[in-house]
Nanobody, 121 residues
Framework: QVQLVESGGGLVQAGGSLTLSCAASGSDFSINAMGWYRQAPGKQRELVAT???????NYTDSVKGRFFISRDNAKNTGYLQMISLKPEDTAVYYC???????????????WGQGTQVTVSS
């Protein structure tokens, strides 16, 4: 069993910055792709950014040039650096990881509990 714990959310003014972290814990696992999703009130959860184990990244158009996804494979931790935040970035942000169980070689997706990001105008 693997747990993902997010941190770093909070309240920030428009134009400000935040960095979210997603730490994975457990035993005998390896993380393949990691991603950040967000869900605003009344809206569907949307993909924000993804990163492969090798470091290849993808972003949704609305955050390109403002959000930067990264990871530390040795620490099993992913990050989402957010700059030039806008009120429309307000949402609960969720971490997702595709986890490979080393003993069984089974793959499974895990989600974090979410962290609130609120951007005031």
């Amino acid at each position: 069993q693997v747990q993902l714990v997010e941190s770093g959310g909070g309240l920030v003014q428009a134009g400000g910055s935040l960095t979210l972290s997603c730490a994975a814990s457990g035993s005998d696992f390896s993380i393949n792709a990691m991603g950040w999703y967000r869900q605003a009130p009344g809206k569907q959860r949307e993909l924000v950014a993804t990163i492969t184990r090798g470091g290849s990244t993808n972003y949704t158009d609305s955050v390109k040039g403002r959000f930067f996804i990264s990871r530390d494979n040795a620490k099993n931790t992913g990050y989402l650096q957010m700059i030039s935040l806008k009120p429309e970035d307000t949402a609960v942000y969720y971490c997702n990881a595709e986890v490979l169980s080393i003993p069984t070689m089974n793959r499974r997706n895990y989600w974090g509990q979410g962290t609130q990001v609120t951007v005031s105008s």
